[in-house]
């Protein structure tokens, strides 16, 4: 796509990064901020997993996971600051944040036929006045003309332990080092598949957020749409 034609579409945010980042919550914080639009990419590959256990299709079978993808029946409802996951007209949201639909999410991402199927899906997300897209690969691959791409990412530690913080805020118990144990498989997985690995895109700015709070990474990121000429300056 030429620069002419990119800035004839709807201004992109891309946040990618490693799970447990804070990359869902700050995407969230920064489309509402703005009133843009929002993409939660993780979110597709989540509910492909889980449509796809629905309907007794194997993780390995790649072609009619790709057709699972390609016709999912997904609707996104934003209700009081938060976003509901509706698969086939079940409530969904609570279900694919558990870990074994993120684990099985992982190795339903590294398919490539998966991966096409749900390529254009995410594009049609990008409407005016702006897209904010959460994911591994939005700033690589998906919206590779983004005009701000940012990288977020954090220790693996500081990740098991935000982690943690959520189950329990959600009556899970779950043990620190088997949450660590997770996420470390999960980067390596999600780094080594063959088919957009997850990395910073050339032009990214990486933040890491070990030691930010949220409303500063916010602050930031709304800093930086500002000095690239995407927001008007207040």
Known sequence: MSDSQASLQAPVLTIDGPGGAGKGTISRLVAERLGWHLLDSGALYRLTALAAGKHDVSLDDEASLAEVARHLEVVFVAEGGTT???????????TIRTEQVGDAASRVAALPGVREALLSRQRDFRQFPGLVADGRDMGTVVFADAPLKIFLTASAEERAHRRQAQLREAGVDASLSSLLKEIQARDARDMQRSVAPLKP?????????????????????TELLTQRGLLPEA
């Open 84 to 94: 509901r996951v509706m698969l086939e007209g079940s409530d969904a949201t609570t």
């Open 201 to 221: 895109a050339e032009d990214a700015i990486t933040l890491d957020t070990t030691r930010l709070t949220i409303p500063e990474v916010v602050d930031r990121l």
